[in-house]
């Protein structure tokens, strides 16, 4: 249901783009907004998504946000002191609510002549290729990969307190509670978050043939935090290859806590609240080629979540998730072409006194798409999603979605 | 602000504007050209190409100097905080430089068959001429410098095209058979981009860096000339080639 405030938004954004509809193409401006002589860049990125309303909750990144029905600004800026010291910000609002900061961080280049760099505060991902891409024209869908997106029921603040509760929540995620620490019911984490940036410090360094990224920061992949609720820190790191000119090969790797003190706290005692043993622990790899006309996306994740269950002698629930997609990009014509993905969420088993099933549903998503570009930054997406879950009220849903993006 | 100045040189035979005038108006019209000429909204390069144009033979030459009363900002990238890292040092376009040309061209101007080849360059992230001025008929290579992937591509209703992504030391062509301005991408550096300015005649030049320029082999007449430089033209400018003579023409953009 849109709110007052929506509509508002809505009709701003379609002022917006139709008042710059211009009568030839490429007269929209696209350059960034840059003043103070060079040192102040903005720029800015909107887009527009609708759906019919998506039943099995299968894009949705909690339980109010679907990223198949969304109005999002978004304003970047960038304020360079000098050669040595930038700083960076996005601000966000998503279906006219608080713009909230996406990202915002120093960027310190210690010597102009080394590409080595040092980010501080609420910095992009190390973690994975996807997260860096969430740009509407940047991704040739409007779905996003299920790893990135998709909610399983486990929290970092709620705990089960048997398997079979746990299992009870499956294809629930978007709104999922449990006994233990907090009761309330609320989204799960996906596998990686692309929805909240990390907060901490940054290390990067790169060459023509490799680039290597560190972080320390709060938080983990599926839920950081800007401040911490665990007295853990993340460490993550990735590094790029790009052998070839088109291929760019890339692993990743993070760990840190990930249940919170007050969690732990209700699950084990006082003594157990400093106990940095569960964690989430998760490995990835991508590839990319391109060449000509087309593109092609390759990415696996891997997320192990270590759970305290109070129920069982061994005191400790591990929970596997594996996210692929594969994904592909064909430009037919210029301005025109065709995109699709194919995406698959898998689960590990866990026993329960009567069976032996899978964590959560595992999550098959199948979505078809293109675009076209009206001009240079004003681009209509279309996609079709069929979506099937192993699990949960809804197991199969077919999806169409509309999406016009705009930036400059 | 225009200032016209006219030299006569030496008086040669020649064939008057009052000849001209309504033989240029009949083709204009039939050819639509004018309504091209007044869409074009150019910046340029390449010395005075009119030089090819010998049918008058007593023509002149119409020279002079565009001054940019506010310079043109420097492209900057699009600000991305998804960036690991400072981004890598690029190349700056050369903004300055502007395309003067004739609104209206003498009978015959569009008669040539001639073609050319002309080359913009992808190098350390920036299209090299910025500008490109071009007669229709003429084919642009697109050769990529960098050891990186572009892909040039371009929605202009002039010429719409998508060379793709190709490597360091590969090339890709079009030719231009329509006269209007490209606005030519990249679409992987969002801060990439040139003009290419396809003319039906040779009678335009481009500023050299202090923004002087001579087109050439003008045929005596008056006609009107247009400076423009990065989206912005000036109004047209009478002024009149005498028989074997230069004219001199200032023009004052933004």
Redesign the interface.
């Known amino acids: 249901m849109l709110t007052a405030v929506h509509k508002r938004l809505l009709c701003v954004c379609a002022l917006a783009l139709c008042a710059g509809v211009p009568a ?3 007269t929209l401006p ?3 907004v ?1 003043f103070g002589n ?1 040192r102040v ?3 800015g990125d909107v887009s527009w998504s609708i759906a019919p309303e998506d039943t099995g909750f299968f894009n949705y990144t909690d339980y109010e946000h679907s990223t198949l029905r969304m109005v999002r600004l978004a304003l ?3 304020v360079k002191a000098d050669d040595h010291l ?1 700083l ?3 601000v966000r609002s998503e279906n006219g609510e608080h713009p909230e900061p ?2 915002l ?1 120093l ?1 310190i ?1 210690p010597w102009t002549g080394r ?3 040092i ?1 501080v505060g609420r910095v ?1 991902p ?1 973690f994975g290729a996807f997260a ?4 509407a024209a940047d991704n040739p869908l409007i779905g996003y990969p299920l790893a990135y997106q998709y909610l399983t029921s486990i929290h970092a603040d709620a705990l089960p307190r048997t398997t079979d509760e746990l299992l009870r929540m499956r294809g629930r995620g978007w709104l999922s509670n449990f006994s233990i620490g907090n009761p309330a019911p609320d989204r799960g984490v996906p596998l990686v978050s692309a929805f909240r940036w990390d907060t901490g410090v ?1 290390l ?3 060459s ?1 043939l490799i ?1 290597a ?1 560190g972080s320390f920061t709060t938080g983990t992949i599926s839920n950081p935090r800007f401040s911490d609720d665990n007295g853990g820190r993340q460490i993550a790191g990735r590094v790029v290859l790009r052998p070839l ?2 291929l760019i090969v890339g692993g990743s790797a993070a760990r840190g806590p990930f249940v919170s003190r007050t969690a732990l706290r209700a699950a084990l005692g006082e003594a157990g609240a400093g106990d940095d043993a569960f964690t989430q622990t998760a490995w990835g790899s991508d590839v990319e080629y ?4 087309y593109l092609l996306r390759l990415e696996t994740v891997v997320s192990t979540w270590t759970l305290p269950l109070v129920s069982a002698t061994a005191g400790q629930l591990p929970l596997r998730a594996v996210g692929t997609s594969a994904e592909g990009r064909y ?1 037919f ?3 025109l072409y065709g995109a699709a993905r194919v995406d698959h969420l898998g689960f590990s088993d866990i026993a329960t006194a009567l069976t032996r099933e899978s964590w959560e549903a595992p999550v098959t998503r199948v979505a078809v798409g293109g675009g076209y ?1 009206i ?2 930054n004003l681009l209509l997406k279309l996609e079709f999603q069929h979506n099937t879950r192993e699990g949960g009220r809804v197991q199969r849903l077919n999806l169409g979605a509309a999406q016009v993006v705009f ?2 | 602000m225009i200032v016209v100045r006219t030299q006569r040189k030496r008086r040669t035979q020649g064939i008057g504007r009052s000849q001209w005038a309504p033989l240029v108006s009949l083709f204009l019209a039939a050819a639509g050209f004018v309504s091209f000429a007044a869409s074009l909204t150019p910046s340029a390069s390449s010395a005075s190409s009119a030089s090819s144009f010998s049918r008058a033979g007593a023509s002149g030459a119409i020279r002079g100097r565009v001054e940019l009363r506010r310079v043109p900002s420097v492209s900057e990238r699009r600000p991305n905080v998804s960036d690991l890292g400072t981004a890598s040092h690029r190349d700056l376009p050369d903004r300055l430089r502007s395309v003067v040309y004739l609104e209206t061209a003498p009978r015959g101007a569009f008669e040539q068959t001639e073609t050319g080849h002309a080359t913009l360059d992808q190098r350390n992230e920036t299209f090299v001429p910025h500008v490109l001025a071009i007669t229709t008929g003429t084919t642009v290579d697109f050769p990529n410098s960098d050891r990186i992937y572009h892909n040039v591509f371009s929605l202009s209703k002039t010429a719409s095209f998508d060379l793709g992504r190709y490597a360091v030391g590969h090339s890709k062509s079009i030719r231009f058979d329509k006269p209007g301005i490209v606005r030519v991408f990249c679409e992987i550096h969002s801060h990439m981009s040139a003009f290419i300015l396809v003319f039906s005649h040779p009678f335009f030049a481009m500023t050299d860096s202090d923004g002087r320029y001579r087109i050439d082999n003008v045929p005596p007449g008056t006609y009107a000339v247009i400076a423009w430089n990065e989206g912005v033209s000036s109004d047209p400018a009478p002024v009149t080639v005498p028989n074997g003579g230069i004219a001199e023409l200032d023009i004052a953009l933004r």
């Open positions: 030839r193409a490429q696209s350059d960034p840059v060079g860049t903005l720029g970047i800026a960038s930038a960076l910000a996005e996406y990202g961080y960027r280049r590409a080595f760099d980010q992009p190390t860096r891409r969430t740009y940054q990067h360094a790169e023509n680039e990224t000119v088109g391109s060449r000509d006309y430009k014509r210029p301005g570009s001009q240079r930036w400059f």
